[in-house]
Structure formats: C-alpha cells, structure tokens
T-cell receptor
C-alpha cells in the first residue's frame, strides 16, 4: 500500500517563506506532485518531481529525495491569496500506472 | 479548449434515491479518475477508467457505487440508494495516455448532499 504524511495545518506571515513537508512510502514510485486547492474549488497543479533535487517555478519550488521518501514545497514571498490547502500526491507504477494517491493536505493560513 | 467538465455542480438527493454524476474529460484525455473528498479531508481515490474499461476500482465501496466510461459520452459515477454518509464533494480528473508531467486536470467537482 501507500502512505503519505503531511502536516495538517501551518500558519505564516505575508512576505515570509514557508516550507511544507511530505513523507511517503510507496512501491513503484513514478513521480510526486503538489497541488493547491482553495476552499470549494478544484485542485490545481503546482509542481512535479520524479528525479532527486529541486524544481523551481517562480515563487514556488519543490524538492524530492527518493531515497528518503521525502519532498517539500517551498513558497516564497507569501501573499494572502496563497492561503489554501496544499496536497502532496504520489504516482505509482502499480494499479494501472497512472493513479495518484493524495495526502490529507496541509491547510496554510497566511496572516498579515 | 474546455477543461474537465462536471455536472451537476450541486446535487441534493433524499435518502434512498439515486445520484448520477457526470464527467467529460479534457479533449485528448482518455483516462478518467474519480475521487471523493469529505470536508477538511484529502482526496480519496475511488476508480480509474479508460474508454469502456475499468482499470482500478480498488477505492470503490463494494455496494451501491458503480462507474462507467462508455465509448461515447461522459463518464458516469452512479450511487444507488444514497445515505447521509455519501454526502461529499466528488471530483473527476483526466489525463492523457502515458506519464503526464502535469498529473491530472481536475473538474470543479459535484457537491452531493443527502437529506
């Protein structure tokens, strides 16, 4: 089976940097994704890692260590609109090869 | 270029009725996935389908729930004899064949309320 852990909630200040961690256990690892979900809306794609290292995309970066089963999402220059749930998801080669298993999400609150 | 279309957006059913949720994938996407989300919880996988095939239904409850993705038309998630515990947001997602660098594209969801 698969197990994905991430903190339930975090609070940060506008303009600051926040790091959201995700640990996972899976067989047949085939990529890790981060999604953002605002309340009452659909999840939207943020980043994808399949090899070890850091992927940077504007204010958002994501890191992966496959040997440690660990990823983080780094958000810089936080804005109020970044208040949302951040979902870590792992793709596995099992079960048809395209299935994403999601963590329970980290609710980020950005304060003034 | 329409995204993933789900309807209805909101659905209210009385206990014991049937609920039918529809999902049209993005153009060019042949894989469809259904997820359920309870308030303040993560997305729980239900079923993964390709045209006329169920690839993985390991997350589907054994009774009352079924899904299809016919050759023509949208994918349908069907819940028979709904109970209050079925109240949730149901999200459909789609992806192209092969390993997509973007994972899935999600629809806006159907919020089912059972009264």
């Amino acid at each position: 089976g698969q197990n994905i852990d991430q903190p339930t909630e975090m609070t940060a200040t506008e303009g600051a940097i926040v790091q959201i961690n995700c640990t996972y256990q899976t067989s047949g690892f085939n990529g890790l994704f981060w999604y953002q979900q605002h309340a009452g809306e659909a999840p939207t794609f943020l980043s994808y890692n399949v090899l070890d290292g850091l992927e940077e995309k504007g204010r958002f970066s994501s890191f992966l260590s496959r040997s440690k089963g660990y990823s983080y999402l780094l958000l810089k220059e936080l804005q109020m609109k970044d208040s949302a749930s951040y979902l870590c998801a792992v793709r596995s080669l099992t079960g048809g090869g395209n299935k994403l298993t999601f963590g329970t999400g980290t609710q980020l609150k950005v304060e003034l | 270029n329409a995204g993933v279309m789900q309807n209805p957006r909101h659905l209210v059913r009385r206990r014991g009725q049937e609920a039918r949720l529809r999902c049209s994938p993005m153009k060019g996407h042949s894989h469809v996935y259904w997820y359920r989300q309870l308030p303040e919880e993560g997305l729980k996988f239900m079923v993964y389908l390709q045209k006329e095939n169920i690839i993985d239904e390991s997350g589907m409850p054994k009774e009352r729930f079924s899904a299809e993705f016919p050759k023509e038309g949208p994918s349908i998630l069907r819940i028979q004899q709904v109970v209050r515990g079925d109240s949730a947001a149901y999200f459909c997602a789609s992806s192209p064949p092969g390993d997509s660098l973007y994972g899935y594209t999600f629809g806006s969801g159907t919020r089912l309320t059972v009264v």
